[in-house]
């Protein structure tokens, strides 16, 4: 189905005319996304919406926002915002990011609520990517990859949300100014970490998440494969799915501590 799609000159110049005859005939655009500006669901069949391609030194990602938050256009960015979570939902191949038979390219959603475990509340992220995750190089043919790669990164599997994860050393949440700005990994070189997930924009969280997050200096991070969570409005269903997500196998967790304020 034809999509309500914006591409820019520059866009189209960069990705190329084939490709973007491609996305306004629906066969490469989602129906259904999250904003890139405003991180809220947008519907291209429904409403305006712009591409937006983000580039790096060497890699390009395209995102989708409402035509009302921003106007179809190219971002350059560093490559280092691009490549954390190029790396993670393609299993380290950035090219897969931009290759046309690559699997269904695939962005990390977070979302951010208190999670209450044992009396207590508990600062958490959840991140659900927007497609199945593939290993580098295996089209696909082994499924969603994205549990057994988070595990293979020191994640652990939560059958119950009734007890607090284990801190997954080297790790760590960045937040600055009172906003989320990174998921920070360490680095296969050693030195510096290095970012597994980065915001295109830093991302607001309430004063009670931000508050619970200084006083606790450590955030709660789960994780789990498209279509088990969702965008949850509330903290109560947000904890519903998580806990279904759990019972089913489809969870897995970690903490971090709190780099930043």
């Not at 799609?5 to 996305?23: F, N, P, Q, T």
């Not at 209450?116 to 927007?130: M, R």
């Not at 696909?140 to 020191?154: A, N, R, V």
């Not at 296969?188 to 997930?197: C, E, L």
Request: proline residues 8%; negative net charge.
């Amino acid at each position: 189905m034809p999509r309500m799609l914006d591409v820019s000159d520059d866009v189209r110049a960069e990705i190329g005319d084939a490709e973007a005859d491609r996305l306004l005939a629906g066969e490469n655009a989602p129906g259904g996304y999250d904003c890139t500006s405003c991180r809220t669901p947008g519907d291209s069949e429904r409403e305006r919406t712009s591409t937006v391609l983000f580039i790096g030194e060497e890699t390009a990602v395209l995102a989708f926002a409402h035509s009302t938050c921003l106007p179809s256009q190219i971002v350059k960015v560093s490559e280092d915002e691009l490549k954390g979570a190029v790396r993670s939902i393609t299993g380290g191949d950035p090219a897969a990011a931009t290759d046309p038979d690559a699997p269904e390219q695939a962005v990390l959603g977070i979302t951010s609520g208190l999670v209450l475990i044992q009396g207590e509340l508990h600062p958490a992220l959840v991140v659900e990517p927007t497609a199945a995750i593939a290993r580098a190089g295996t089209a696909g043919e082994q499924g969603d990859e994205f549990l057994p790669l988070l595990i293979e990164q020191g994640f652990r599997p939560v059958a119950t949300v009734d007890a607090a994860p284990a801190v997954l050393p080297g790790w760590s949440v960045l937040l600055a100014v009172g906003q989320l700005h990174a998921i920070l990994q360490p680095s296969p070189q050693g030195g510096q970490p290095v970012a597994w997930w980065q915001a295109h924009q830093p991302l607001q969280v309430t004063e009670g998440w931000r508050s619970a997050a200084n006083k606790s200096q450590q955030i709660l991070v789960f994780a789990a494969p498209v279509g088990s969570i969702g965008r949850q409005p509330r903290e109560d269903l947000l904890r519903e799915a998580l806990d279904k997500a759990a019972v089913n196998g489809r969870l897995v967790a970690c903490a971090m501590p709190l780099a930043g304020t």
